[in-house]
């Protein structure tokens, strides 16, 4: 007899899928990834700032980020499991909205999973303030 279950994935491939399902820009398919407690940080010098919670917290986050920059890719990313958490390095680029001038940054990312999904998100920007600056706020 064969065991059909799903082979549960190791919190890289978790967050991992996470990160996939942002670069699709379909929001479905990101809460799909998403635990249904999930909280994200971010912090108050942004114009996208808060603590965002639940599935609906996230679709709000999404919409203000996007309101704010126009084609937002990660690039480089780079994941490290460190037991309790997995820790992602990438480099932000995109256009701010407001201003048309670009950025290109590097984030870190610490990122908790429970139950198969992502369940916690508290991003460190290598530069706030610069952020600030090229959307013009």
Excluded at 44 to 58: D, M, N, R, V
């Amino acid at each position: 007899m064969t065991d059909s279950s799903p082979v549960p994935k190791n919190n890289v491939q978790v967050v991992q899928a996470y990160y996939q399902a942002t670069s699709t820009g379909n929001l479905e398919t990101i809460l799909d990834t998403l635990h249904p407690e999930f909280i994200l940080y971010e912090v108050e010098s942004l114009p996208y700032k808060g603590t965002w919670q639940g599935h609906k917290g996230a679709a709000e986050f999404l919409a203000a980020f996007l309101k704010v920059w126009e084609n937002p890719r990660m690039e480089d990313l780079e994941f490290f499991d460190i037991g309790s958490e997995v820790v992602v390095r990438f480099k932000l680029k995109a256009t701010a909205k407001n201003t048309a001038k670009e950025i290109e940054m590097p984030i870190t990312e610490f990122i908790k999973v429970r139950d198969g999904k992502v369940s916690e998100i508290l991003p460190f920007y290598q530069d706030t303030a610069k952020v600030v600056e090229v959307v013009g706020c």
